[in-house]
């Protein structure tokens, strides 16, 4: 179980796909969390509370991944977002 500080939490319904996009912080770094990554993976839970502006992910082990992107400026920068954790390995292959 990871806790994170709630920052904001957008929804978003794109051509009937609806979802929720979480900014949360831990130890100073902001992450993104999208629900549809987590949607196809029923034993992880996500638990906010607005009260005491948490978000909790529960239920199996979390992965941290680097993804860069273009911000409002057209300018590449680095954003942090969170998946769920699968066992693959490239030497599976």
């Given at each position: 179980?990871?806790?994170?500080?709630?920052?904001?939490?957008?929804?978003?319904?794109?051509?009937?796909?609806k979802?929720?996009?979480?900014t949360?912080?831990?130890?100073?770094?902001?992450?993104?969390l999208?629900?549809?990554?987590?949607?196809?993976?029923?034993e992880?839970?996500?638990?906010?509370?607005?009260?005491?502006?948490?978000?909790?992910?529960?239920?199996?082990?979390?992965?941290?991944?680097q993804?860069?992107?273009?911000?409002?400026?057209?300018?590449?920068?680095?954003?942090?977002?969170?998946?769920?954790?699968?066992?693959?390995?490239?030497?599976a292959?």
């Amino acid at each position: 179980m990871t806790t994170f500080k709630l920052i904001k939490s957008t929804s978003f319904d794109t051509n009937g796909v609806k979802g929720t996009v979480h900014t949360v912080a831990y130890k100073g770094r902001a992450l993104n969390l999208s629900t549809l990554s987590f949607a196809e993976t029923p034993e992880y839970q996500i638990q906010v509370d607005a009260t005491a502006k948490t978000l909790v992910v529960s239920g199996g082990d979390i992965a941290i991944v680097q993804k860069d992107y273009l911000n409002e400026l057209n300018q590449t920068v680095h954003g942090l977002s969170i998946y769920p954790k699968f066992d693959l390995a490239i030497d599976a292959f």
